[in-house]
């Protein structure tokens, strides 16, 4: 499913900035933010089953990236 999502250039620099740092698209960026917030909000065991695949699937990443980086 896809969406457009509007926002100002303050929430875009944000975006940038956090995807910056985790080393990832502002899509995945945004996925990461959206499924992190409701996992802490919503007692729902399939948002917190997405979460844990996203944390695994992040760790992976950042592993191989590190890996690249020497």
Do not use: C, F
């Not at 999502?5 to 995807?19: E, F, G, I, M, P």
């Amino acid at each position: 499913m896809s969406m457009t999502l509007r926002l100002t250039s303050q929430q875009d620099r944000a975006l940038t900035l956090l995807a910056q740092a985790q080393g990832s698209s502002k899509q995945e960026a945004a996925v990461r933010a959206i499924v992190a917030t409701a996992a802490r909000t919503l007692a729902d065991a399939e948002i917190t089953a997405l979460a844990s695949e996203l944390i695994e699937d992040y760790a992976h990443t950042l592993h191989t990236v590190k890996k690249h980086q020497r």
